[in-house]
């Protein structure tokens, strides 16, 4: 006989079952494709009274307050957002023409020298500054966090009139007038019903701003396209010219994010109003939780990337911060060019003068008001812990666990062999004791120095951290100082894939290299908003900064977008694919001495690190030869992904049938600038992969293959000469790829065409079973 409690949970199941969650909450209903034949106000209106009428079908006649559209998309796919229970979501998912349904998922941000260091990685700097001439015309579009108009790297002097294909506005808020923007920033939108958790009783003109109240917007916009600004720095550090990469691109900004991150709504709207404005690039420095990837079609920045790409828009993205972890590379879809992390050959470095005169470099933006002149208590954290707190939480600086009786007046030193505590807790911890700074020893370097303000706080790797715990050790009266930080350039080797850069192969298909490319990413000088808006205390003794430094594959996305834009500007008649092999066939895969790029644990760079290398925007401008991922590539892709021909036909518009032959093997077949292949069988013959290449440079030259691997695969390339002449303007190439004598695992290398002068490489990653 069953127990009583087994009854229970048997009547709590079938209660859980019959009855799914009835509380309304965000949902975005996706139709696919925009395939209305009325434009203007007349066709949104249309859209909006038959997405009413579906809404009226499965929400209750009681519940009228719940008939609100919160976002109507129409101009390059069709769908809308809206106040809808499981139960609701689930009947309008089998409704006639809706591609997919799903709740509104909170996307998180990923969050000067750098473009210097770009062009003398290039050789550009041997060309006294000539470069080709570009176009004012290229309008990049940033979904982010908003923007601070006054900053100078919004200026627009010297620019021309702004394009007329523009069809964008300069919305007005609270705090931002039509006035805020200008030639330089064209225009600004916002939404803010989405952005946190909405309710039914919402107006759709809830008050808001395009104005930035978090800093993310305005470091992203300003690094893609920011204004030259002269003698720029943070308190002193990193000074030089500010610029964007493509400085004279307009920028309009979509404020689809807050602090607390960007809803999945907001980010389709933006992308669906920017690609009707008129934009080129669209830089999204945003993404899902690795751990929590969506499907292609149940993912905000997935859908709207692949309608703004089917219209001629670029769409670029940051991959995450998840590393260095592999699999967690997030914004993985083909029509996505994804981006990851890299140093440049910058650091901020903070000296630690011991008590007996021994001088530590250490690693920090610090503005510390020590000196040399007098020294300070020096202790170990473990030794001023609370009473009954155990060593690992004491050492670790956790929070509670430093005893201010024996903290106050003293630099602390604190391990960071324990991740879930950061190094801003550890701060706090310290500065709320009484402490006067801060050694914090790493067991593992980031690479990413922590900004402390005023507070001294410096960082160590193990090694030096074993001299200052010896030190401490050897005598009664430990004392030392922390120095303000200083800026050390031309530091090597750079460029080194940053540690939090998110890692490949992708979650979702292991048939595409995720990332794409890497770009700066580590300790970015770019514009910031007032320290006043973000509600924290200037530095002390100084004026407050127009810029900030900031880290993140955030950083870098903005990065490629201007360097897209660089491009576009002096090739206007490139496709977004066109661009995306330029950049990528040409990128740069050595460091700043001559050696192959490292990662943050100075093994080798792979392609499931840095994609193709590091972005060279200059002789992206002549790659060559080029690899033209088209629409069609994007929908068997889709097909080999397992979608079904209804669903594809439903998202691209168009009517598509499917390969009967289609599997996830396939998808290694699409056009790509660059090969991976998920499951290479040792066992079984050579695996063949084709790739159609598009000369874009001399018409009649002759291209010749040669190959890199390593892992003991065999790569052969037929033919190894391509021949173009003035009526011969593509080529069709095989990549055969043999395992049987290669060790298990990823193997990686590239097949490089070359005509002499220009190199057009094909980086590869085969995973051999």
């Known amino acids: 006989m069953a127990s009583l409690f087994q009854l229970f949970l048997l009547t709590l199941l079938c209660v859980t079952n019959a009855h799914p969650n009835q509380t309304p909450e965000m949902y975005i209903v996706y139709m696919g494709s925009s395939s209305s034949n009325i434009d203007g106000e ?49 009947v309008l998912s089998g409704h006639e023409g809706v591609v997919s349904v799903f709740k509104d998922p909170m996307l998180q941000l990923h969050t000067t020298r750098s473009w210097d260091f770009l062009a003398a990685e290039s ?51 609270t705090d931002f007038k039509k006035s805020n923007c200008n030639r330089k920033l064209i225009g600004a939108r916002y939404y803010t019903i989405g952005t946190d958790p909405p309710r039914p009783s919402l107006s759709t003109n809830a008050t808001g701003s395009p104005r930035d109240s978090v800093d993310h917007g305005t470091h992203t916009a300003s690094t893609a396209a920011g204004a030259v600004v002269p003698n720029a720095s943070y308190y002193g550090l990193a000074r030089g010219t500010a610029k964007g990469g493509s400085p004279s691109s307009r920028i309009a900004m979509y404020k689809a994010c807050s602090l607390s991150g960007c809803a999945g ?38 859908i709207g990337a692949f309608h703004a790409t089917q219209k001629g828009v670029l769409v670029v993205c940051s991959g995450g911060n998840d590393g260095p972890e592999p699999y967690t590379v997030v914004n993985s879809a083909p029509w996505i060019f994804t981006i990851g992390a890299s140093s440049i050959d910058r650091r901020f470095q903070s000296n630690i003068v011991l008590g007996n005169d021994d001088v530590l470099k250490g690693s920090a933006i610090n503005f510390s008001n020590l000196t040399r002149a007098k020294s300070t208590p020096l202790a170990f954290a473990g030794d001023v812990a609370s009473k009954l707190t155990p060593l690992s939480e004491s050492s670790n600086c956790y929070p509670g666990s430093l005893d201010a009786r024996k903290a106050a007046g003293k630099i602390i030193v604190c391990l960071n062999d324990d991740q879930s505590v950061p190094r801003r807790v550890k701060k706090l911890v310290t500065e709320a004791a009484g402490a006067k700074g801060l050694i914090i020893i790493d067991a593992i370097d980031n690479g990413v120095a922590f900004d402390s303000g005023s507070f001294p706080l410096s960082e ?79 530095v002390a003794g100084k004026k407050p900064s127009n810029f900030a430094l900031k880290s993140g594959t955030s950083m870098a996305c903005p990065h490629v977008s201007g360097a897209a834009a660089f491009v576009k500007s002096t090739r206007p008649g490139w496709t977004p694919s066109m661009i995306k092999s330029a950049l990528m066939t040409t990128a740069s895969t050595t460091n700043n001495v001559g050696k192959p790029l490292t990662n943050s644990s100075n093994g080798g760079a792979t392609p499931l690190d840095m994609g193709a290398g590091e972005i060279n925007p200059i002789r992206a401008l002549n790659p060559g030869l080029v690899f033209e991922t088209t629409t069609t590539d994007h929908l068997l892709f889709l097909c080999y992904y397992g979608y079904k021909d209804q669903l594809i036909s439903s998202v691209s518009g168009v009517n598509f049938s499917c390969p009967s032959n289609s599997s996830d093997a396939l998808i290694s077949d699409i056009n790509y600038p660059s090969i991976s292949i998920a499951n290479l069988d040792g066992q079984q013959s050579a695996r063949t992969i084709s790739r159609t290449v598009t000369n874009v440079g001399p018409e009649s030259v002759t291209y010749v293959a040669s190959v890199e691997v390593v892992n003991g695969l065999v790569v052969k390339v037929s033919p190894e000469r391509l021949v173009f002449s003035r009526g011969t303007k593509m080529a069709t190439f095989q990549v055969s790829f043999d395992g049987k004598g290669a060790k298990k695992g990823y193997g990686f290398g590239s097949v490089t065409w070359s005509d002499g002068v220009r190199y057009v490489r094909l980086a590869f990653a085969v995973n051999v079973i």
């Open 42 to 90: 007349e066709g949104i209106n249309a859209d909006r009274v038959a997405h009413l009428e579906q809404l009226a079908s499965v929400v209750p006649s009681e519940e009228k307050e719940r008939l609100l559209l919160i976002h109507t998309y129409h101009h390059t796919f069709k769908g809308f957002s809206a106040m809808l229970t499981e139960k609701e979501a689930a």
């Open 123 to 173: 050789g550009a700097a041997q060309s006294n500054g000539q470069y080709p001439k570009v176009s004012d015309d290229v309008i990049i579009g940033l979904v982010d966090t908003g923007i601070w108009p006054e900053s100078p790297s919004f200026s627009d002097a010297g620019i021309g009139e702004i394009p007329s294909r523009w069809r964008g506005t300069c919305m007005e808020g």
């Open 265 to 302: 709504s907001n980010i389709l709207k933006a992308i669906d109003d920017a690609v009707s404005d008129g934009v080129d690039i669209v830089s999204i420095s945003v993404g899902i939780s690795s751990i929590f990837q969506l499907d292609f079609l149940n993912d905000p920045i997935a």
């Open 460 to 538: 160590v790797g193990s090694r030096v951290g074993a001299r200052v715990l010896r030190y401490i050790n050897s005598t009664r009266n430990p004392t030392a100082t922390i120095l303000p930080s200083v800026t050390v350039g031309r530091s090597k080797p750079a460029p080194i894939v940053a540690y939090f850069s998110s890692r490949g192969p992708g979650g979702l298909t292991e048939g595409i290299i995720k990332p794409d490319i890497m770009a700066p990413g580590v300790g970015i000088l770019a514009a910031t908003i007032p320290i006043f808006a973000m509600g924290r205390d200037p």
